[in-house]
């Protein structure tokens, strides 16, 4: 199982701890193409040495070779919110993921999306279930 997580990176880091709590989890399911979104050094030492071409062209061929998208949409982010498009014209199972206690609202494009999994959520102990539920949905072959 291949996942492909994505958070904000240049809309702002402020979540990257929870990214990383986040990837933690969703490595359980499968294969996190992403695990860097969770550290800031990472970013800094590999990503920013790279092209935005290289880095939209290494993102959406992750994107291509993924079995799910999770994102967490709490910090709005452009290139999530692209990424989130692609992978619905790609018909990826998508889980959104927005932290209720946030100073932002989510958007409507997101939530209003049919082809969405949305859920709000408190703290990341209660997206446990949540993960159950989408991977046994969206994955039910998988191992874990």
């Not at 998208?69 to 992978?87: C, F, H, K, N, Q």
């Not at 889980?95 to 049919?114: K, P, R, V």
């Not at 969405?116 to 994955?139: P, R, S």
Request: glycine letters at 10%.
């Amino acid at each position: 199982m291949k996942i492909y997580f994505c958070g904000s990176i240049r809309g702002g880091r402020q979540l990257a701890s929870t990214y990383e709590k986040l990837i933690v989890m969703l490595s359980g399911y499968g294969n996190v193409l992403t695990e860097h979104l969770g550290s800031d050094e990472i970013i800094e030492n590999k990503d920013r040495i790279l092209t935005d071409k290289e880095i939209h062209d290494r993102d959406m061929q992750w994107v291509r070779e993924s079995d799910v998208v999770v994102a967490d949409v709490t910090v709005p982010s452009l290139g999530d919110g692209y990424e989130i498009g692609r992978a619905i014209e790609m018909g990826k199972p998508l889980l959104c993921l927005f932290n209720s206690s946030s100073d932002y609202t989510l958007s409507a494009m997101i939530a209003g999306s049919e082809e969405v999994v949305n859920h709000t959520y408190e703290n990341l102990e209660e997206l446990g279930v949540v993960l159950d539920q989408f991977f046994t949905e969206h994955a039910p072959g998988r191992t874990s």
